[in-house]
């Protein structure tokens, strides 16, 4: 699995597939590709590893960020070793003919969601069956590619359990301060533009001749298998909490109801979810209150309301936003506010108007991300012409691929590392006036004095001596704990609450990372 130069985490989703190939009699085994594990990208050394396996089949599961190294690995893969790989993950999903045509020795693309086709293709490979007419698998027969349209979704009620340990499942948590993230849902009811949810629906809807709608598209695990499942990763590993990554786990509340319910009873740890401002009342907030939820995460995204209704399709009103972080907070429940900044045609104003806006929300916890536009979905085609094909980043976090001028780009970098700068300027009192000189002094900078590392090195300490001097005065701010994610931020109040603030902080860094 590729993971590199981005966030630590196993994948979810092949944790699933390896199980279902597992439950069919399959033995699976996995390479998780990153820096942070000592096993950091490298061609040949993961050839021959992939080699020691003597494996009958490879399957890499990728996203755009990592695709270019994915397809030189599959292209090795085939040509060197003469084992047949299966390509999947979103961007194979949403750009199927594409991959297809861009790696001329790859075997396989897998359309959606894998534990059935995966598991089909494995079977046929294995008895000398037919490969080649397997739903939702593209396969390439002597030089041509033939298309399988996909014709459902797994049966969530029939999933087998999480093979957790193809990773090195225990490290992981504990490097990730103990949270586990496990999934309850697929699918998702909303159609924002820069998400692959708004790629997939289409396709599947397009596949099957159906309307794009939600009464085949977001599906709920039965309440009692999740908690069975959830029970069982208690009781063999180490950590803290279960991290929902679910991306509205708050929509159907009678089925929300039933599952905390058991969860309380036979799980009982702390637990962190995804979930918008529209999909809270006062019921389920107390519901996730009461029932060991520590964190609640939503996505602001914009600050601009032209931006999220008519780029992001993210019509949220600002009262509703303002009342969900509101109430979450006064129930004892920690907020997190998702944003993202540097949008195709998106001011340097409107930016801005985010971070005002989040200082007006006051979240215990906010991630920034930079926008990204990626194939196949609606925010790609807004964004045509605006990308540069010299650019790439691993995450989207670091950088951004959309055109701009020097002098945006240079503005845009500086405002996503101390974008919590930003936010601080908006407050009230010495914090606010305190951290508006230190975004003068920012954007005076040039792009010289910007690239020296002496200059961001003083500019970091300079923020942590000043942070210091307000928490010793008890005057609320944002600060990051971790310089290697400047995207996460955290309230001194947080900061202040905690007696082990070291352990804490790293312990709510992982509420922010869902993926």
């Known amino acids: 699995m590729p993971n590199f130069d981005a966030p630590l985490g196993v994948s979810v989703g092949l944790s699933y597939v390896a199980g279902a190939l597992r439950r069919a009699g399959h033995e699976v085994a996995a390479l998780h590709i990153t820096e942070l594990l000592g096993y950091p990208w490298d061609l040949e050394r993961v050839l021959a590893d992939v080699q020691s396996h003597a494996p009958g089949l490879v399957g890499i599961s990728t996203g755009f960020n990592h695709y ?4 030189a690995l599959a292209e090795a893969i085939e040509t060197r070793l003469h084992v047949p790989v299966v390509l999947g993950g979103v961007h194979p999903t949403l750009q199927s003919a594409t991959v297809m045509a861009q790696n001329p020795h790859l075997s396989y693309v897998a359309v959606g969601e894998g534990e059935d086709k995966l598991t089909a293709l494995a079977d046929a490979l294995q008895s000398g069956g037919d490969t080649t007419s397997i739903p939702g698998l593209h396969a390439r027969v002597d030089g041509a590619v033939k298309r399988n349209p996909v014709r459902g979704f797994v049966d969530l009620a029939t999933l087998a359990p999480m093979a957790n340990d193809i990773w090195d499942f225990q490290r992981v948590a ?21 998400c692959h949810n708004n790629g997939e629906a289409k396709l599947y809807a397009a596949e099957r001749g159906v309307p794009d709608n939600n009464s085949w598209y977001l ?27 679910d991306d509205t786990f708050t929509m159907n509340p009678p089925w929300l109801e039933r599952l905390l319910a058991l969860y309380r009873r036979d799980v009982d740890m702390p637990f962190i979810c995804n979930t918008t401002p529209v999909d809270l009342d006062e019921g389920l907030v107390r519901l996730l209150a009461d029932s060991g939820c520590r964190v609640v995460r939503m996505g602001v995204e914009s600050g601009s309301a032209r931006m999220r209704a008519r780029l992001l399709k ?4 600002e009262q509703r936003i303002r009342w969900a972080f509101r109430e979450t907070q006064a129930r004892g429940l920690h907020a997190l506010a998702f944003n993202m900044i540097g949008n195709v045609g998106e001011s340097q104003e409107e930016m801005v108007e985010t971070f ?15 926008a990204y536009p990626y194939p196949g979905t609606e925010y790609a085609d807004a964004s045509a012409g605006h990308v540069d094909p010299q650019r790439s980043t691993h995450n989207f976090i670091s950088g951004s691929v959309l055109r701009r001028s020097p002098e945006d780009a240079l503005w845009l970098d500086k405002a996503r590392t101390f974008y919590f700068w930003h936010v601080n300027r908006f407050l009230e009192g010495e914090a606010g006036r305190a951290f508006a000189e230190r975004v003068e002094a920012l954007e005076a900078l040039s792009a010289e004095q910007w690239a020296d590392p002496a200059v961001q090195g003083a500019l970091w300490a300079s923020h942590h001596a000043l942070s210091a001097d307000l928490q010793r005065r008890g005057a ?16 001194s109040e947080l900061v202040a609450s905690q007696r082990e603030v070291i352990r804490r902080e790293a312990v709510e860094r992982e509420a922010v990372e869902p993926h």
């Not at 949270?179 to 849902?185: D, G, L, M, R």
């Not at 709920?220 to 990554?245: H, K, N, T």
């Open 476 to 491: 609320f701010h944002y600060t990051t704990p971790f310089l290697e994610r400047t995207d996460i931020i955290v309230s």
């Open 356 to 370: 005002r806006f989040n200082a007006d929300l006051r979240p215990t916890m906010m991630k920034l991300a930079l």
């Open 314 to 317: 993210r019509p949220f009103p």
């Open 219 to 245: 599906r709920y695990r039965p309440p009692e298998a999740m908690v069975e499942e959830l029970r069982a990763i208690r009781d063999r590993w180490r950590f803290q909490a279960f991290s929902f990554i």
């Open 174 to 194: 504990d490097m990730r301060r103990g949270w586990v993230n496990v999934s309850s849902q697929r699918g998702c009811p909303y159609r924002c533009t820069y």
């Open 68 to 71: 270019a190294e994915m397809g």
